[in-house]
């Protein structure tokens, strides 16, 4: 048995901590999409929620949407009050929350990320994430997400 990538293990651990009760589920490397991974998942590519970190100024913004929209960035900056949000580049992504672009979970990160949340994950009764590794994902509820991670709803398209 080959042992865990350690930011799955990392993951693991704060998810217990914060009273996670979803299942880790490693995916084959050919799910790295949304759409890809809802078929090896067996579920809506609206219940994917892509975590998508974004730099307002400096400052990291962690935006939790559904797989089934795209992030309006000038929208959503108005909406959350700050200036501008840009795509975050993999070095801020890294410094921000330890793991990698495609693998950012929405929690386990050295300091706490302010998030927004996508209303449209609401619909769906398991929401699947990823797990602080490009191939792995985790099962939970919406509720459950935002407890974790003190989301606040947002419109993101």
Do not use: K
């Amino acid at each position: 048995m080959s042992s865990e990538h350690p930011s799955i293990t990392s993951f693991r651990g704060d998810l217990s901590r914060r009273g996670g009760t979803g299942d880790v589920v490693i995916l084959p490397d050919s799910a790295h999409t949304a759409a890809l991974a809802a078929a090896a998942l067996d579920c809506e590519v609206g219940a994917i929620a892509n975590s998508l970190l974004f730099d307002a100024g400096g400052e990291p913004v962690l935006i939790l949407t559904s797989g089934a929209h795209r992030v309006d960035t000038a929208a959503v900056a108005e909406r959350i009050g700050v200036e501008r949000l840009q795509r975050a580049d993999p070095d801020f992504v890294r410094r921000h929350t330890g793991q990698v672009i495609g693998g950012v979970s929405p929690i386990d990160h050295p300091a706490p990320i302010r998030t927004w949340i996508d209303p449209w994950l609401r619909r769906h009764e398991v929401v699947w994430a990823a797990a602080g590794h490009p191939a792995a994902v985790f099962s939970t509820t919406y509720d459950e997400l935002v407890a974790m991670t003190g989301a606040v709803e947002v419109q993101v398209d």
